[in-house]
């Protein structure tokens, strides 16, 4: 027979109990809890009731009642980790820990309502862009994973309606450069000077690479006499900010890419003028897997230092603003530019299928857009 006791916790009088919920059928020991905290003894009675009537009926083993947001996320990670990669898990993490949590976490899973769900997006949606909707689609998983497990029988979150963001007028800046504003910018540093950024950036205009798969890259990457460039491993940021290497981002990642004589060119000479600087830092270079671009600790540079190279160099210019990826962006449109089929730029790219180029990389230039007036004109003819 369970009994209420009072207890003083802070000064204050609280009421708890112990009872006895049967045998556990897998381990044949018995099955006790402790509930404290109740205000009152009428509020604890009624939880003890509650308690041993679901223990009764079985429901205690069917479905625990009590589990929070916060508790079947837990359970939901422990599996979600098997199946992605460790910067995509650390990512999500920070998704629900800074987002998801902070709105969901505490309520017990049964009890959160759709109203709740649709407070929740709402707030995300005016705090956001585009986020928003990644951060509901890991709240429908639970959600899911919860009806799976047993505990819910509804996904509350399916019952909501999704806001979207008007379009805006005027027409959007493009994150790419054109071959005019390209060549300004390569301008903007002397290759005796800055040699390893200006190298960096060639590398990156000139073969389409990802940022990681570039601060990733090591000598042994690099064939001199067939002037190609081996993709193959890419740098990404891991737990605790820690900065890894993994795979690269899908299995067409890996690729043999072809270099331009000014772009082995450079590197070239990047490898001699390394060798140099860091042998006067006690660094010997010669090993196959040195790193192309390192700190000069001869570790991985930080994947914001691009970045910050970029803005350096373009503040105060009249160059768009565009970020890292846009060089990525710039090289498609240039290959679009000098004939090259959706084919070939799917490969260079490394994109797992043609319909991401088509999706990424419709536009085109201006000059291709006056181009096509001409050839218009040129056939109309009147």
């Known amino acids: 027979m369970a009994t209420i006791k009072k207890y003083e916790k802070n000064g204050q009088e609280f009421y708890m109990f112990q009872a006895y919920l049967g045998i556990n059928p897998q381990t044949g020991k018995q099955k006790r809890t402790t509930r404290r905290g109740f205000k009152t003894r009428k509020e604890a009675r009624l939880a003890l009731s509650i308690l041993e009537l679901q223990a009764d009926s079985g429901q205690l083993d069917q479905q625990p009642i009590n589990?929070?947001?916060?508790?079947?996320?837990?359970?939901w990670y422990s599996s979600y980790i098997n199946t992605v990669r460790e910067s995509t898990w650390n990512r999500t993490a920070g998704m629900f820990n800074n987002h998801i949590l902070p709105a969901l976490g505490k309520y017990r899973i049964r009890t959160i309502?759709?109203?709740?769900?649709?407070?929740?997006?709402?707030?995300?949606?005016?705090?956001?862009?585009?986020?928003y909707k990644r951060w509901f689609n890991y709240v429908q998983a639970i959600f899911d994973y919860a009806i799976k497990r047993g505990y819910i029988t509804d996904n509350p979150a399916t019952k909501v309606t999704m806001p979207k963001k008007a379009d805006t007028w005027g027409d959007k800046q493009e994150n790419f450069w054109d071959k005019d504003q390209l060549k300004q910018f390569f301008s903007l540093m002397d290759p005796s000077e800055h040699l390893e950024q200006y190298t960096l950036f060639r590398v990156l205009a000139f073969t389409g690479v990802r940022r990681g798969e570039c601060l990733a890259l090591t000598w042994d990457d690099l064939d001199t006499q067939k002037g190609t460039l081996s993709i193959n491993k890419t740098l990404t940021q891991g737990a605790g900010g820690k900065q890894i290497i993994q795979a690269t981002k899908t299995k067409k990642g890996n690729r043999l890419i072809s270099l331009d004589k000014q772009t082995l060119f450079y590197l070239r000479k990047w490898q001699l003028d390394q060798k140099?600087?860091?042998f006067m830092l006690g660094f010997n270079t010669s090993q196959p897997k040195q790193l192309i671009f390192a700190t000069t600790k001869n570790t991985f540079k930080s994947l914001n230092t691009p970045s910050k190279w970029l803005r350096r160099l373009t503040d105060g210019t009249d160059l768009p603003k565009i970020t890292v990826h846009g060089f990525r962006h710039t090289h498609a449109s240039a290959l679009f530019s000098a004939g090259a089929s959706i084919k070939e730029v799917q490969e260079r790219l490394g994109h797992e299928d043609a319909q991401t180029t088509l999706n990424i990389y419709t536009h085109v230039t201006n000059s291709q857009n006056k181009e096509a007036v001409q050839k218009l004109v040129n056939f109309l003819n009147f």
């Open 67 to 75: 589990l929070t947001f916060e508790d079947v996320y837990k359970q």
């Open 113 to 131: 309502t759709v109203a709740q769900c649709q407070q929740a997006l709402n707030k995300w949606f005016k705090a956001t862009s585009r986020n």
């Open 276 to 278: 140099k600087t860091y």
